[in-house]
């Protein structure tokens, strides 16, 4: 084998026939044969770190920022904030003759509490749009400014909308039956009485056709 090399072949590619190794049948080895000194070997060197620097004025900053940013969130988990208040709202349920109480933070609609405790109450819209959920306040306090639905006269009168109203005081109230508080609001437009007929207008009407 060292006859098939010359020294101009050092350090390339050279095709070895297959019967001069122990290789499968009909098959070409290549080696490739490395000039002893042509390749120095590397020295395996453990990788350096560069040297740590000074923090710079904008940097220590930005620490500090952050830092006390994470100390007042901090504050916030461990409750040395003002707490939410909570009230107590009882909703008497007319129509099911059923009562129910809930504790209602003054920051949540009283719907979405009661539906959260289990307590399923009447309602259609969720956006204080129709009058499903209408309650009358017995006692209490609440504010609706969300509630489109009912006519400021009605929240006057003491009405109120459970899906956006959200408790003040301990309050309590009561539902209403399916549209009460609909037809106050809306039936003297639906209600005019019986219509007299025109047959002057409806003969016009024809003769325009």
Do not use: N
């Amino acid at each position: 084998m060292a006859s098939l090399l010359s020294s101009s072949l050092q350090g390339t590619l050279l095709k070895i026939p297959a019967g001069s190794v122990s290789a499968p049948p009909s098959r070409t080895l290549t080696a490739v044969v490395a000039h002893s000194g042509a390749f120095p070997a590397r020295k395996q060197t453990a990788a350096r770190r560069p040297l740590s620097t000074p923090l710079r004025a904008s940097e220590l900053t930005a620490i500090d920022t952050f830092t006390s940013e994470l100390e007042e969130l901090e504050g916030m988990v461990d409750g040395e904030y003002e707490e939410v208040p909570v009230h107590t709202v009882t909703v008497h349920d007319r129509v099911r003759g059923t009562t129910y109480t809930v504790e209602v933070p003054q920051d949540q609609y009283i719907l979405q509490t009661a539906e959260e405790e289990g307590i399923k109450l009447p309602f259609a819209c969720r956006h204080g749009c129709c009058t499903a959920c209408a309650v009358r306040v017995i006692s209490g306090e609440l504010v609706q400014p969300r509630a489109l639905g009912i006519s400021q006269e009605l929240k006057e009168k003491g009405y109120a909308l459970l899906c956006v109203g959200i408790p003040l005081s301990d309050l309590e109230v009561e539902t209403q039956d399916e549209d009460e508080v609909y037809w106050q609001q809306f039936g003297k437009y639906f209600a005019r009485g019986p219509i007299e007929r025109d047959d002057y207008a409806l003969e016009l009407a024809m003769q325009d056709e």
